[in-house]
């Protein structure tokens, strides 16, 4: 189906920017345009704009550090912004509306790996994501609600860790992948880089241009009341993420790591059902889709 006026949400942030670059005709839509956490500017701006289909990519997000010290505003933050565009989407009668969750808001120990679907309520999210998962979580029972009383086509999707060019590179609230890039690129022959840490957990990294090609996939065939998984099968650690970068980057560095959060162990997820819903999906390995990101970000910086 063609969307004559779809709008994204979050338009301007990681996500939103490489998908204007994918999909450059829809609206996207940035926090200057609108105060999602305010129902009255929400319920104007759904009104005015009238979107046949709503892309809801709008988050307050960070990295371990700035999410474990900041819990109750991106707890709130995240849940005004969700109650409110989900309501005020359906009040407009806009038909089709895709959110995006995270694989944050899956328990802390599963009890098998990868992890699937049907895991999403079992067992809490970890302590250091607590309030931003639950703020997802909260986003998947509110779209699951209203599906099942007002029959609308809104359904969820649960990317895994994100990086790519663009993306926050601040040391203080960045994700490892961009912290790490720039910790390299700053880096000289001799130097020994401080990481937070074990280096022992495990982690899915998604390329942001496959999520953008994948979300186009998803609005398409997804309609079910599922929290489909976006994650490569590539699961590396903290410690071959690193020793990956040091490679792409060709610099004579040492590695130290100081044992400060180290977060959950492990949190994939299966992508089976994601490619029975879109076919075989060739995702970016890690190894090239860190070699793009460093080579944006010492171009760019």
Same mark, same amino acid.
């Given at each position: 189906?063609?969307?004559?006026?779809?709008?994204? $949400?979050?338009?301007?942030?990681? !996500?939103?920017?490489?998908?204007?670059?994918?999909?450059?005709?829809? $609206?996207?839509?940035?926090?200057?345009?609108?105060?999602? $956490?305010?129902?009255?500017?929400?319920?104007?701006?759904?009104?005015?704009?009238?979107?046949?289909?709503?892309?809801?990519?709008?988050?307050? !997000?960070?990295?371990?550090?700035?999410?474990?010290?900041?819990?109750?505003?991106?707890?709130?933050?995240?849940?005004?912004?969700?109650?409110?565009? !989900?309501?005020?989407?359906?009040?407009?009668? !806009?038909?089709?509306?895709?959110?995006?969750?995270?694989?944050?808001?899956?328990?802390?120990?599963?009890?098998? #790996?990868?992890?699937?679907?049907?895991?999403?309520?079992?067992?809490?999210?970890?302590?250091?994501?607590?309030? #931003?998962?639950?703020?997802?979580?909260?986003?998947?029972?509110?779209?699951?609600?209203?599906?099942?009383?007002?029959?609308?086509? #809104?359904?969820?999707?649960?990317?895994?860790?994100?990086?790519?060019?663009?993306?926050?590179?601040?040391?203080?609230?960045?994700?490892?992948?961009?912290?790490?890039?720039?910790?390299?690129?700053?880096?000289?022959?001799?130097?020994?880089?401080?990481?937070?840490?074990?280096?022992?957990?495990?982690?899915?990294?998604?390329? +942001?241009?496959?999520?953008?090609?994948?979300?186009?996939?998803?609005?398409?065939?997804?309609?079910?009341?599922?929290?489909?998984? +976006?994650?490569?099968?590539?699961?590396?650690?903290?410690?071959?993420?690193?020793?990956?970068?040091?490679?792409?980057?060709?610099?004579?560095?040492?590695?130290?790591?100081?044992?400060?959060?180290?977060?959950?162990?492990?949190?994939?997820?299966?992508?089976?059902?994601?490619?029975?819903?879109?076919?075989?999906?060739?995702?970016?390995?890690?190894?090239?889709?860190?070699?793009?990101?460093?080579?944006?970000?010492?171009?760019?910086?």
């Amino acid at each position: 189906m063609n969307y004559e006026n779809l709008l994204v $949400t979050g338009g301007t942030g990681f !996500v939103g920017t490489a998908l204007q670059e994918y999909m450059p005709d829809w $609206t996207y839509l940035s926090s200057r345009d609108c105060d999602l $956490t305010d129902w009255r500017q929400c319920y104007e701006l759904f009104n005015d704009t009238r979107p046949d289909a709503v892309i809801h990519l709008a988050a307050k !997000v960070g990295g371990i550090r700035e999410s474990s010290l900041h819990q109750g505003e991106f707890y709130y933050l995240n849940s005004m912004i969700n109650l409110n565009v !989900v309501e005020q989407a359906y009040k407009a009668a !806009v038909p089709r509306l895709l959110a995006s969750l995270s694989t944050c808001c899956f328990p802390d120990v599963s009890e098998t #790996y990868p992890m699937t679907e049907e895991d999403i309520m079992v067992g809490l999210p970890t302590k250091t994501n607590f309030g #931003y998962g639950y703020s997802k979580r909260s986003l998947f029972v509110q779209i699951n609600c209203y599906r099942e009383q007002y029959g609308v086509n #809104y359904t969820t999707f649960s990317p895994c860790n994100l990086y790519g060019p663009q993306n926050d590179f601040d040391l203080d609230t960045s994700h490892f992948v961009s912290a790490m890039v720039r910790k390299f690129a700053e880096a000289k022959d001799g130097d020994t880089l401080q990481f937070w840490g074990s280096g022992d957990p495990l982690r899915q990294q998604l390329y +942001v241009e496959d999520l953008s090609k994948i979300m186009v996939e998803l609005l398409e065939k997804h309609d079910s009341d599922q929290p489909i998984i +976006v994650a490569p099968n590539e699961n590396l650690s903290i410690r071959q993420m690193i020793e990956t970068c040091m490679q792409v980057v060709g610099k004579d560095v040492s590695i130290a790591f100081d044992s400060r959060l180290s977060g959950q162990h492990r949190k994939d997820g299966s992508n089976a059902r994601l490619m029975q819903l879109i076919g075989n999906f060739d995702f970016t390995p890690f190894k090239e889709g860190v070699r793009k990101t460093y080579d944006w970000y010492t171009e760019n910086k």
